[in-house]
C-alpha cells in the first residue's frame, strides 16, 4: 500500500487567499480537473526541483532536468491563465513564450486550440 501523506491548509477569514481555499473545498463540485491534480500541479510545477535538491541523492544534470521541465510546466500555466481570461495579446506582448524542452512532450503550436484548453495543464504534467 503506499505511503499516504496528508497536508492540510487553514487560513483566518481575513486571508487574501480564503476565495482559493474555498474554491479548492471538497465541497466545490464544479472543479475544472480533480482537486489533488490542481493542487500538486501548482505546488510541483515551481517547488519539485527545490525539493528534489534538498532530499539529495540527484545528479546536477537530473536536477537541471527537473527545473527544465518545471519551468516548461509553469510556462503552460502561464498559458492556460492568458487563454482562460483572454489575455493572450497581453502575454504575446511581453514576450513570454513557452519552449518545452527535455523530455516533455506537446501538441501545441503558436495558436492553441479550444480543444488544447481543455488538457494544456494535464499535458504539462504527464
Known amino acids: 500500500m503506499p505511503?499516504?501523506?496528508?497536508?492540510r491548509f487553514?487560513?483566518?477569514t481575513s486571508s487574501p487567499y480564503l476565495p482559493?481555499?474555498?474554491y479548492l473545498s471538497p465541497k466545490n463540485k464544479t472543479l475544472e480537473f480533480?482537486?489533488?491534480?490542481?493542487?500538486?500541479?501548482?505546488?510541483?510545477?515551481?517547488?519539485?526541483?527545490i525539493?528534489?535538491?534538498w532530499l539529495g541523492g540527484f545528479s546536477e544534470s537530473d536536477l537541471k532536468s527537473k527545473a527544465r521541465i518545471s519551468i516548461y510546466q509553469l510556462q503552460q500555466q502561464i498559458?492556460?491563465?492568458?487563454?482562460t481570461f483572454n489575455l493572450e495579446q497581453e502575454l504575446e506582448s511581453h514576450l513570454i513564450v513557452a519552449n518545452p524542452t527535455d523530455?516533455?512532450?506537446?501538441?501545441?503550436?503558436s495558436s492553441p486550440t479550444h480543444e488544447d484548453d481543455d488538457c494544456l495543464l494535464e499535458n504539462a504534467f504527464n
Open 51 to 53: 525539493a528534489c535538491r
Open 103 to 109: 523530455k516533455v512532450d506537446t501538441h501545441f503550436g
Open 3 to 7: 505511503e499516504q501523506v496528508d497536508f
Open 79 to 83: 498559458i492556460y491563465l492568458a487563454q
Open 34 to 49: 480533480p482537486r489533488q491534480n490542481m493542487i500538486i500541479w501548482a505546488i510541483a510545477a515551481f517547488w519539485h526541483p
Open 10 to 12: 487553514q487560513f483566518s
Open 20 to 22: 482559493l481555499l474555498k
